[in-house]
Structure formats: C-alpha cells, structure tokens
Nanobody
Framework: QVQLVESGGDLVQPGGSLRLSCAAS????????MGWYRQAPGKQREMVAT???????DYAGSVEGRFTVSRDNRDNTMSLQMNNLKPEDTAVYFC????????????WGQGTQVTVSS
C-alpha cells in the first residue's frame, strides 16, 4: 500500500507562484509514475502533470509553460512548481501514483487546496 501526502497549498494572488510537494511512503522502489491532478468545484478531476521514473513528463495544455513537475526517485517525492497562477487554477490538487506500468491500481493523496484570488 502506498501512502501519499501533499503539502504546499495556499492562497496566492494572480500572477504569483506556489510550489506543491508530495511524499510517498510504503514502497521501497521508484514508483512507475507520479502525477498531479486537480479538481475544481463542480468539475471533474483532471490531469495536471505527470512524471515517470524515467523522467518522461506530460502536462495539461492549460498549464504547459507555467507549471513544472519534478521528482526524486531516491525517496519517491515529487514537486509541482506553479508560476503565473491564474484564478482558473483554483482547485484541490491531488498527488497520485502507480507502482508499475502494467498495474492499473492508482493511489491518491488527500489533496491540498490552491486558491488564486486577489
């Protein structure tokens, strides 16, 4: 069982920056893929950014060029650097992970609130 804990959510003004962190425990090897998802009120959860253990990244079009995902395979931690934040980035951000490429089970954290408002 993998446990994921997010941190770093906050209230920030439009144009500001924020860095989210995710720490995974319960698995001693590099997780196949870790990612950030978000869910705004009344909307479905959507992928924000993902990063495989090999370093391959993927971004939602709405955040590309503004957000950067990074991870450390040594301790299965992951960060999301968010720059030039917009009000539409307001959401609960969730950390997610899968252990292996051929295993569909996805683990989730509890989420951290990001609010972009003046």
């Amino acid at each position: 069982q993998v446990q994921l804990v997010e941190s770093g959510g906050d209230l920030v003004q439009p144009g500001g920056s924020l860095r989210l962190s995710c720490a995974a425990s319960g698995y001693r090897y590099p997780l196949y893929i870790m990612g950030w998802y978000r869910q705004a009120p009344g909307k479905q959860r959507e992928m924000v950014a993902t990063c495989t253990s090999g370093g391959t990244t993927d971004y939602a079009g709405s955040v590309e060029g503004r957000f950067t995902v990074s991870r450390d395979n040594r301790d299965n931690t992951m960060s999301l650097q968010m720059n030039n934040l917009k009000p539409e980035d307001t959401a609960v951000y969730f950390c997610s992970a899968r252990i292996r490429k051929n295993e569909a089970t996805r683990f989730w954290g509890q989420g951290t609130q990001v609010t972009v408002s003046s």
